[in-house]
Protein backbone atom coordinates (compact mmCIF):
# COMPACT_ATOMS: atom_id res chain seq x y z
CA UNK A 1 0.00 0.00 0.00
CA UNK A 2 1.43 3.44 -0.65
CA UNK A 3 1.29 6.15 1.57
CA UNK A 4 -1.83 7.66 3.29
CA UNK A 5 -3.90 9.89 1.49
CA UNK A 6 -2.54 8.30 -2.06
CA UNK A 7 -3.78 5.70 -4.50
CA UNK A 8 -2.31 3.17 -5.48
CA UNK A 9 -2.49 1.24 -8.56
CA UNK A 10 -4.35 -1.21 -8.16
CA UNK A 11 -6.89 1.80 -6.30
CA UNK A 12 -6.44 3.82 -9.59
CA UNK A 13 -7.10 1.05 -11.76
CA UNK A 14 -10.22 -0.02 -9.86
CA UNK A 15 -11.61 3.46 -10.06
CA UNK A 16 -11.22 3.34 -13.67
CA UNK A 17 -13.06 0.30 -14.10
CA UNK A 18 -15.50 1.31 -12.05
CA UNK A 19 -16.34 5.24 -13.58
CA UNK A 20 -16.11 3.11 -17.41
CA UNK A 21 -18.64 0.81 -15.81
CA UNK A 22 -20.80 3.67 -15.02
CA UNK A 23 -20.31 5.53 -18.37
CA UNK A 24 -21.26 2.69 -20.31
CA UNK A 25 -24.42 2.48 -18.19
CA UNK A 26 -26.43 4.96 -20.21
CA UNK A 27 -28.94 5.07 -17.38
CA UNK A 28 -26.85 6.66 -15.55
CA UNK A 29 -25.22 9.36 -18.14
CA UNK A 30 -27.26 12.12 -16.60
CA UNK A 31 -25.99 11.42 -13.41
CA UNK A 32 -21.83 11.32 -14.73
CA UNK A 33 -23.08 14.43 -16.02
CA UNK A 34 -24.17 15.82 -13.07
CA UNK A 35 -21.44 14.62 -11.33
CA UNK A 36 -18.81 16.30 -13.55
CA UNK A 37 -20.19 19.82 -12.94
CA UNK A 38 -20.42 18.83 -9.17
CA UNK A 39 -16.80 18.02 -9.26
CA UNK A 40 -15.81 20.92 -11.71
CA UNK A 41 -17.78 23.70 -9.41
CA UNK A 42 -16.20 22.00 -5.83
CA UNK A 43 -12.91 21.12 -6.45
CA UNK A 44 -12.85 18.31 -3.85
CA UNK A 45 -9.06 16.79 -2.57
CA UNK A 46 -7.80 13.65 -3.56
CA UNK A 47 -8.58 12.34 0.42
CA UNK A 48 -11.92 14.08 -0.16
CA UNK A 49 -12.64 11.46 -3.29
CA UNK A 50 -11.06 8.66 -1.27
CA UNK A 51 -13.20 9.31 1.60
CA UNK A 52 -16.54 9.53 -0.47
CA UNK A 53 -15.24 5.90 -1.85
CA UNK A 54 -14.63 4.43 0.84
CA UNK A 55 -18.07 5.63 2.65
CA UNK A 56 -19.61 4.05 -0.54
CA UNK A 57 -18.23 1.20 -0.62
CA UNK A 58 -18.35 0.39 3.24
CA UNK A 59 -22.29 1.03 2.51
CA UNK A 60 -22.63 -1.36 -0.29
CA UNK A 61 -21.19 -4.39 1.65
CA UNK A 62 -23.73 -3.67 4.12
CA UNK A 63 -26.24 -3.59 2.41
CA UNK A 64 -24.94 -6.84 0.31
CA UNK A 65 -25.67 -3.95 -2.91
CA UNK A 66 -23.59 -2.60 -6.11
CA UNK A 67 -21.31 0.43 -5.01
CA UNK A 68 -22.68 2.13 -8.52
CA UNK A 69 -26.44 1.99 -6.76
CA UNK A 70 -25.25 2.97 -3.88
CA UNK A 71 -23.61 6.43 -5.27
CA UNK A 72 -26.73 6.70 -7.77
CA UNK A 73 -28.82 6.82 -4.46
CA UNK A 74 -26.78 9.57 -3.10
CA UNK A 75 -26.39 11.72 -6.12
CA UNK A 76 -30.26 11.46 -6.63
CA UNK A 77 -30.75 12.59 -3.10
CA UNK A 78 -28.28 15.70 -3.36
CA UNK A 79 -29.68 16.58 -6.83
CA UNK A 80 -33.10 16.99 -4.28
CA UNK A 81 -31.40 19.56 -2.03
CA UNK A 82 -31.32 23.46 -2.54
CA UNK A 83 -29.14 24.39 -5.52
CA UNK A 84 -26.81 26.05 -2.89
CA UNK A 85 -26.34 22.94 -1.23
CA UNK A 86 -25.23 20.90 -4.44
CA UNK A 87 -21.95 20.35 -3.44
CA UNK A 88 -19.29 17.92 -2.65
CA UNK A 89 -18.70 18.40 0.43
CA UNK A 90 -22.70 17.94 1.26
CA UNK A 91 -22.27 14.37 -0.83
CA UNK A 92 -19.52 13.59 1.01
CA UNK A 93 -21.61 14.48 4.38
CA UNK A 94 -25.04 12.51 3.44
CA UNK A 95 -22.25 9.55 2.64
CA UNK A 96 -20.65 9.98 6.04
CA UNK A 97 -24.19 9.77 7.92
CA UNK A 98 -25.17 6.82 5.48
CA UNK A 99 -22.22 5.50 6.38
CA UNK A 100 -22.19 5.74 9.89
CA UNK A 101 -26.28 4.47 10.17
CA UNK A 102 -24.68 1.01 8.54
CA UNK A 103 -21.89 0.37 10.87
Do not use: W
Not at 14 to 30: A, F
Not at 61 to 80: N, Y
Request: hydrophobic share 35%; proline share 4%.
Amino acid sequence: MGRKGRYDPEDSQKIIEETNEIINDDSTYPFISYLSDLLAKSKPSDDAVKKLHDCIEKVAVALGQDSTDVFRALLAKLIEEPEEKQTFDRLLEMAEKFTAKHE
